[in-house]
């Protein structure tokens, strides 16, 4: 059963928010690639595929601000349905809005491959990182807190002329840097 519009096939009210439709989008497709319906037969399959076919018009379409709003606009005046086909050189979706970067050619199912990958992915964001704690955060300041110290003795052992102050000075100054390039590796290291 084909849907009348596309906001039907996806199964969604037309005022829905584009994170809603991408969620429904994202749902369908993962109930109807054909790659989970591999094993079901040959009849299945294809209405898998056709049913994919709707799912992916639909969501070129909606998925798309500027098409969206055109859609939109030919459903109010009642000239829009799912199965119009484009006009030769129009853009995909049916629409003649240009389309700006890649879509698929009509009948290219090669993008489908990589199923595998995300067929088990969810809509929901990943969660919210824990904030550094007070040692980590310590840390990272260490080597400018060092820095700032080194060259404010530097600036005294130049007024005094002294050299041991000056000596001490290019040591914080070097350990600095040293922990500064060490503790950044060891951050990205414990993010890995």
């Not at 109010?76 to 700006?100: E, K």
């Not at 009509?106 to 990182?129: H, L, N």
Request: with cysteine.
């Amino acid at each position: 059963m084909a849907a009348r519009d596309h906001y039907e096939a996806l199964g969604v009210p037309m005022g829905a928010d584009p994170a809603e439709i991408r969620r429904a989008y994202l749902r369908l497709a993962r109930r109807h690639h054909p790659d989970s319906h591999a094993g079901d037969g040959a009849a299945a399959l294809a209405a898998a595929q056709r049913r994919m076919q709707e799912i992916n018009a639909a969501w070129t379409v909606l998925g798309d601000p500027r098409r969206r709003r055109h859609y939109d606009d030919t459903v109010r005046q009642g000239t829009a349905t799912a199965g119009s086909r484009p006009r030769p050189g129009a853009a995909p979706g049916g629409d003649d809005i240009p389309s700006p970067g890649w879509h698929p050619l009509t009948g290219d199912t090669a993008w489908m491959d990589d199923f595998e990958a995300w067929r088990d992915q969810t809509d929901e964001p990943p969660p919210d990182r824990a904030p550094p704690s007070a040692a980590r955060s310590s840390m990272t300041v260490l080597p400018v807190a060092l820095f700032l110290v080194a060259i404010a003795v530097g600036c005294v052992g130049l007024v005094l002329q002294s050299r041991a102050l000056l000596a001490t000075a290019f040591v914080g100054v070097a350990t600095s840097a040293a922990l500064f390039v060490l503790l950044t590796m060891l951050e990205m290291r414990r993010r890995r």
